[in-house]
Each structure stands twice: as structure tokens, then as C-alpha cells.
């Protein structure tokens, strides 16, 4: 899997030869930005959905650990890179994946990697188990939609329908909507008992909330809420088997 990751490190030496190597020996690490400061490193963290932190201990106007208390809900994994081993307790306290001694292994930067991988690789497959079809039986009608900082539960026919876009799905409600880092394909093959039926590819409908049907090649539906979704020629058959 991919690890989404940032460096923050203040020397650009430094900075060069982690990016070099982690471009060479660890491909599955996509690094989204690099870093100089405290002030830098926490733009980043708050920008991006990060697995990943390479920190360095020192750097100007505070350190490592100043920047882990301005985090609020740390959902990355931190890996320190440092030339001093005395700092190596208190890294352990602030919960560090691993810990790099300054000049960097090779070796020791790949075991590093892996054991990230291995920590996210079962994050996801417990996330994945989560939201499959068999756990919204398991909690009366209701899917997990899954947030930066854990899930939220939402009762599935509140859901009116979900839109494509990307590779994310953006759910809607009655009067707000939710975008989910899930492709549409997943909401389908999760949905599938509950009603919910594709009439486009960019589109997934709650049959419930369907109020009116109006012909064409493929035609439309209008929903409880005044929304018209387009249905494409090929998924119409299947649409209107729900009214048979």
C-alpha cells in the first residue's frame, strides 16, 4: 500500500539524502511535502491525511515534541531521524514507530517503513471489515462512514443518494452531504441489500426515495428531495425491476 508521508527536517542536507533514499529504497512512500520548522511541519499535518511523519528532534525556535502537543488528534505514524540517542526514551513516551540515528541506514530506514506499512495495512483491513455489507445488519440499518479521526454512524435510509467524484463518494442527506475517501463502487457493493440501486455511473439511488420516474432513452428520477439524476440507457432495465 501507499504510505502518504512528509519529512521535517531543518538541515537541507539532511532533507536530501532522507528524500533521495526513501525514492530508491522505499517506492511504496509518496511524500507529500517537506518541511524546515515547527510552523511548516503543522501546516502540513493539517493539510494533508498523512500515514507518516519523518521528524527530526531539533530544529529552530523548538523541537519534535513542541510539535507533537500542537497536534490534536495524531493519526500518523512518527518515525524520529536524529544524531542524538539520548532523546530516545522520551521519543518512545510519544508513542514513535521507530527511531533513526543520524547518519541514516538503509536497512534500518527500509525496517522502518515496513513496520509503518504493516501498522496502516491492518488499520485499513480493520476499517474495510467495518464497513462491509454484513456489519450494517450487525448494527440495524445502519453503515459507518469513515472520518479522519475514526467513523461516523448514519442510519442507511437517511441516505438519498451518492455521487461519484474521483475516487471519493460524496454522500447526501436531506440537508447536508459527506465527502468519504471511498469509490463508488465500494458504497455499491455495500449498499446492495438496502435498497440502493445504480442508474448512472456516477450515481448510486435510494429506491425509497425515488418519487417519480420520467421516461427517456435512459430517463431520470426525481427524488423525495426535488434532485433529478440522469439514469444511463444501460442501467435502466435494472432500475425499473425495482418497480415490477
Keep these: 500500500m501507499k504510505i ?17 533514499y526513501i525514492a530508491k529504497y522505499c517506492p511504496n512512500v509518496e511524500l507529500l511535502g517537506e518541511a524546515s520548522n515547527i510552523e511548516e511541519a503543522q501546516k502540513l499535518i493539517e493539510k494533508h491525511e498523512l500515514d507518516l511523519v519523518f521528524l527530526d528532534v531539533e530544529m529552530p525556535f523548538g523541537n519534535a515534541f513542541d510539535l507533537l502537543e500542537k497536534v490534536e488528534n495524531k493519526t500518523f505514524e512518527v518515525v524520529f531521524v536524529t544524531a542524538y540517542d539520548h532523546y530516545a526514551i522520551e521519543a518512545l513516551n510519544n508513542q514513535a514507530t521507530y527511531y533513526l540515528l543520524k547518519p541514516i541506514s538503509i536497512d534500518e530506514l527500509i525496517k522502518a517503513v515496513s513496520i509503518v506499512t504493516e501498522i496502516k495495512e491492518k488499520e485499513n483491513e480493520l476499517e474495510t471489515t467495518v464497513l462491509m455489507p454484513k456489519a450494517i445488519h450487525q448494527v440495524n440499518g445502519k453503515i459507518t462512514i469513515p472520518q479522519q479521526d475514526g467513523f461516523e454512524v448514519v442510519a442507511v435510509n437517511e441516505i438519498l443518494f451518492c455521487k461519484a467524484d474521483d475516487n471519493y463518494t460524496e454522500i447526501y442527506f436531506e440537508n447536508s452531504k459527506k465527502l468519504v475517501s471511498k469509490t463508488l463502487k465500494y458504497f455499491e457493493e455495500a449498499l446492495k441489500d438496502n435498497s440502493f440501486v445504480r442508474v448512472h455511473k456516477s450515481f448510486l439511488v435510494n429506491v425509497n426515495e425515488i418519487s417519480k420516474y420520467k421516461k427517456g432513452k435512459g430517463g431520470s428520477v426525481i427524488l423525495s428531495n426535488g434532485k433529478e439524476i440522469m ?7 435494472n432500475l425499473l425491476s425495482y418497480f415490477k
Design 231 to 237: 439514469v444511463s440507457a444501460s442501467k435502466k432495465a
Design 4 to 20: 502518504k508521508a512528509i519529512i521535517v527536517e531543518d538541515e537541507q542536507i539532511s532533507r536530501d539524502i532522507l528524500r533521495n
